[in-house]
């Protein structure tokens, strides 16, 4: 119920002691204006681990291989594994029923690439239909690599967007045909990647197509795979790392590499990553809420401090009330309501002032690691939540304080 009288003296106590109210509410704002920024900041960073993640597919994973650094069976270190299609039809033979998306890569970085005197250097890369969805790429014309592609090894093409724009200034390029090595290609398809213009720069062509053309035989740059969906996070990430080390065991064992060398055969598990990244803004989201809570909590023991003043200079206020029948607990709410007053406005103060930083500047911050840094109304919400708590710890004990002072007591006070 409204109580005018009650805050009629609320307004008289801030008055008497503005200064020491507005030094006390300072510091409560800026502990919650700190805990807003820190915590809007922490959003950021997901947002921008989450976003590099969502280049590829979200549970990819890649293996491809390097040189030995351990000796084993008879063998020097230093020798170079190479991967093979033996190795991917092993791979997929082995987990069919576990895969989703598969390919064998093979890669050729600088490769001179020309349409109609327009000339380019980029990286040519021979895939399977699949590789599509493990880059999670989009077609925008065209169409992507077929088996028919691969069975017939024919010279056809999917170019980046970048690629197009060069060669092509916009002009329509699907059923061109372009030079790749002084081989001529027919342009199929045109796609776009969430990566961005690097990962644009590239053209695709059938992985069959590309080991004849490059003389590669049946090497192979790398193995994709990615796993068929699981209802939870926890089983996706073990069953990826069930896979991960089961197929590095096996190509180990197929390239007599020892299991303890780290360096012969390399598996890079996305889920694995992003467990380890989410896990990792889990500790600073911590540690923010850790950071911004000691900073209202300095705030409220300057709350309660100016709240035992208070009491001390109303001492004989309080022994008047007590001697004319008010009982304790009504001491108590006259001290708490002053106490989460200051608290809460001084606290909305910092909680408006960072919510309108980061909606105005939040859009401008781009980086690799922080994207549109923000604050959900969620935290908003707990933010105001701290705010009635802590203003109810900081006049508590002082009120206790003033509600045990005998009235007889509190009338000698000078």
Same mark, same amino acid.
């Given at each position: ?5 009650r805050?009629?003296e ?5 008055r #008497?002691n503005?200064?020491?109210?507005f030094?006390?509410g300072l510091s ?8 807003? =920024?820190l ?6 960073m997901q947002?921008g =681990?989450?976003?590099?993640f969502?280049n590829d597919?979200?549970n990819r994973?890649q293996v491809? /291989?390097n040189v ?8 020097? *270190?230093g020798?170079r =594994?190479q $991967?093979?299609n033996? +190795?991917?039809?092993?791979?997929e ?5 576990k895969?989703?998306?598969k ?8 490769v001179?690439?020309?349409y ?10 021979g895939?399977r239909? %699949?590789?599509?969805? $493990?880059?999670?790429?989009?077609i ?5 690599i077929?088996?028919?592609?691969l069975?017939?090894y024919?010279?056809v ?7 197009y724009q %060069?060669?092509?200034?916009?002009k329509?390029a @699907?059923g061109e045909?372009?030079s790749?090595?002084?081989i001529?290609?027919?342009?199929v398809?045109?796609?776009? +990647?969430?990566?961005g213009? !690097? ?12 080991q ?6 049946n090497n ?8 068929? *969906?699981?209802d939870?996070?926890?089983? /996706?990430?073990?069953?990826s790392?069930?896979?991960?080390n089961q ?5 180990k ?5 020892a299991p303890t060398d780290?360096r012969?055969?390399n598996?890079?598990n996305?889920?694995?990553n992003? #467990?380890r990244f989410?896990d990792l803004m +889990?500790?600073?989201?911590?540690f923010?809420?850790g ?5 209202i @909590? ?8 100016i709240m035992?003043? @208070?009491?001390?200079e109303?001492?004989k206020?309080?022994? &008047? !009330?007590?001697? &004319?029948?008010?009982?304790? $607990?009504s ?9 989460v007053?200051v608290t ?8 408006i ?5 980061i909606?105005?500047?939040g *859009? $401008?911050i781009?980086?690799?690691f922080i994207?549109? *840094?923000?604050? +959900?109304?969620?935290?908003?919400i707990t933010t105001v939540?701290i705010?009635?708590?802590?203003g109810?710890?900081a006049g508590?004990?002082?009120?206790y304080?003033a509600? =045990?002072? #005998?009235? @007889?007591? /509190?009338l000698?006070?000078?």
């Open positions: 119920m409204f109580n005018l009288e805050w009629q609320i307004f008289e106590t801030i #008497k503005k200064l020491r109210t030094l006390t409560v704002a800026s502990g919650i204006f700190i805990l807003v =920024i915590l809007a900041i922490g959003q950021g947002n =681990i989450s976003s590099e969502e597919a979200a994973i491809w /291989a030995t650094s351990e000796e084993y069976k008879g063998m020097n *270190p020798r =594994i $991967l093979d033996q +190795d991917y039809e092993l791979a033979a082995k987990n069919s029923d895969l989703e998306y390919s064998g890569v093979f890669s050729n970085w600088g001179l690439t020309s109609n005197g327009e000339t380019g250097s980029y990286r040519v890369e895939v239909g %699949d590789y599509q969805f $493990l880059e999670n790429e989009s925008v014309a065209g169409r992507y077929n088996q028919s592609d069975d017939g024919e010279k093409t999917i170019l980046g967007n970048r690629v %060069d060669l092509f200034k916009g329509n @699907i045909y372009i790749i090595t002084g001529k290609f027919k342009v398809g045109i796609y776009t +990647d969430p990566g213009e !690097r990962e644009e720069t590239r053209m695709f062509i059938p992985l069959t197509t590309a004849r053309v490059f003389n590669a035989g192979l740059r790398s193995l994709v795979f990615t796993l068929k *969906p699981e939870k996070f926890e089983d /996706a990430v073990a069953a790392e069930a896979f991960s197929l590095e065991s096996d190509l064992t197929r390239h007599t590499v780290e012969a055969i598996v890079n996305s889920l694995e992003a #467990k989410y +889990d500790m600073i989201r911590y923010f809420w950071v911004g809570i000691c900073t @909590i300095a705030g409220v023991v300057g709350v309660s401090n035992l003043i @208070i009491v001390k109303r001492t206020e309080i022994g &008047i !009330r007590k001697a &004319i029948g008010a009982q304790p $607990l001491i108590i709410g006259m001290i708490l309501h002053e106490s007053f809460a406005i001084a606290g909305f103060i910092g909680l002032s960072g919510l309108l930083l909606e105005f500047v *859009p $401008l781009e980086t690799n994207s549109n *840094p923000s604050v +959900d109304f969620g935290v908003a939540i705010l009635v708590i802590a109810a710890i508590f004990f002082p009120a304080r509600s =045990i002072i #005998k009235p @007889i007591v /509190a000698r006070d000078e």
